[in-house]
């Protein structure tokens, strides 16, 4: 599988790409600057500062977009109006990091702490109605986090842990019965994850400069090279969302030796994505 360069390292930490046909197509964060990122039909990138930190976007049903910021959540309207909700913490030290929409439309997005210290953050979910719930504690580095096809489980990655974690879905319960789906061979540190139509789970390698596949019963299929080392996150998309999208990060990195570092990638890799599942609320 070749992967193509979409873009040269316009971002510091990219993270968090989104396609949604209803905004023209990718977008992702550039995720320390604040910024979210626009890619245009023809590669350019046009950059929209939302807050101190962009952690994670997705499309609201009515139009806008929920957006994770450094210390909670804010909502942009159809209009590209951003207001900040209440901040659920006034610690410095820690910010938001990623997340993603359930089946019933309810945003989630986890916390981290930048130093990264064991069990500091949490994930938490944004209700339709503006309430707000803790919905997993002790969490050190939470990061990507996506259901399957038919919206019964949900894959979820605390980059620390080395591993990917499944959950059983329902509307009422919500997450439940949290298990291990796979361990990452050689130390691999996991961070944003997607879902393609067959049910593998496709996770990005924070430390290993590659996207590795799962098959639904927790297999490793695919280890996809990426040229640049610090690979954040992967989404599908593209007209028929057969382009899997990745992004890739130059914070602690030395640039010198990884000129790609906080490029776009993309690769055909023989299968397609689900659509983004849109904010509620």
Known sequence: MDVEQVTGPVVYHGEGPVWYPGWGGLRF????????????ADGSVERRRVGAVAASIRPRRGGGAVIG????????????????????WTDPGLRMNEGGCDPDGRFYCGSMAYDQSAGAASLYRLDPDGSVKVVLDHVTVSNGLEWSPDGSRAYYNDTATLSVSVFDYDSAEGLSNRRTFAELPDGGRPDGLTVDAEGGVWTAVSNGGAVYRYSPDGGLEERLSVPASKVTACTFGGEHLDQLFITTSQENVDTRDDPLAGSLFKADVGVAGIPVRLFAG
């Open 29 to 40: 964060v550039d995720m320390l600057a604040g910024d979210v990122i626009t890619l245009g």
């Open 69 to 88: 910021v450094a210390r909670g959540f804010a909502m942009e309207d159809p209009d590209g109006t951003v207001t900040a909700l209440p901040e659920l």
